[in-house]
């Protein structure tokens, strides 16, 4: 059974940087995509960024962009999410979520971490 | 972007009762590519739902998923107690973003 464990949120200053790393374990790590779900209240869930098996592709949501990186390293089994230019917008629960193989939904959910972005 | 538009928002039901939640695409979702997650409070979301009918394994009968093109619903044949919670639809069709509904909270 797949297992995610987050870890690294907290609290950040508008424009500051986090970042959240993920362990898995339970299954091939480097066989699956992986991907990264916010939640709050206001928006409820939002498709953040994902990173495939191997690393070499990536896809950011539009908001995300240029600020957020998803990498991971396959060696440890962790995929990280390194967030800077914080908006108080990205204030959110941040899930680390396992993508199916032939399609891009989820099969398996960390608990998540919590951001917060105040001054 | 497909934007997804799921009905009602609240869904209010006693156990044993049919629950039948809409999720509307605001475009036609490529092969039909939507999946239905159950989350209740204070948990993360569980896959129910692929391809818009194939149960995730482990999911029980009651839940079944139909729809194509834009129409999508999610039944459950008889409500349990341990049914009552948030559920959402997430399109990944086609190119990202893939997107969630806002999602429908079936209450007692």
């Known amino acids: 059974e797949a297992q995610l464990l987050e870890s690294g949120g907290g609290l950040g200053q508008p424009g500051g940087s986090l970042r959240l790393s993920c362990v898995a374990s339970?299954?091939?790590?480097?066989?699956?995509?992986m991907t990264w779900v916010r939640q709050t209240p206001e928006k409820g869930l939002e498709w953040v960024a994902t990173i495939s098996g191997s690393g070499n592709n990536t896809y950011y949501q539009d908001s995300v962009k240029g600020r957020f990186n998803i990498s991971r390293d396959n060696s440890r089994n962790t995929v990280f999410l390194q967030m800077a230019g914080l908006r108080v917008e990205d204030s959110a629960r941040y899930f680390c979520?396992?993508?199916?193989?032939?399609?891009?939904?989820?099969?398996?959910w960390g608990r998540g971490v919590l951001v917060s972005v105040s001054s | 972007e497909v934007v997804l538009t799921q009905s009602p928002d609240t869904l209010s039901l006693s156990p044993g009762e049919r629950a039948t939640l809409s999720c509307r695409a605001s475009?036609?979702?490529?092969?039909?590519?939507v999946a239905w997650y159950q989350q209740r409070r204070g948990q993360s979301p569980i896959l129910l739902i692929y391809?818009?009918?194939l149960r995730a394994a482990g999911v029980p009968d009651r839940f079944s998923g139909s729809g194509s093109g834009t129409d999508f619903t999610l039944t459950i044949t008889r409500v349990e107690p341990e049914d009552f919670a948030m559920y959402y639809c997430?399109?990944?069709?086609?190119?990202?973003?893939?997107?969630f509904g806002q999602g429908t909270k079936v209450e007692i």
């Open positions: 979520a396992k993508c199916r193989l032939g399609g891009y939904y989820f099969d398996s």
């Open positions: 475009h036609v979702v490529s092969a039909n590519f």
């Open positions: 997430q399109q990944y069709g086609g190119s990202p973003p893939w997107t």
């Open positions: 391809s818009a009918s």
């Open positions: 339970g299954f091939t790590f480097k066989n699956y995509p």
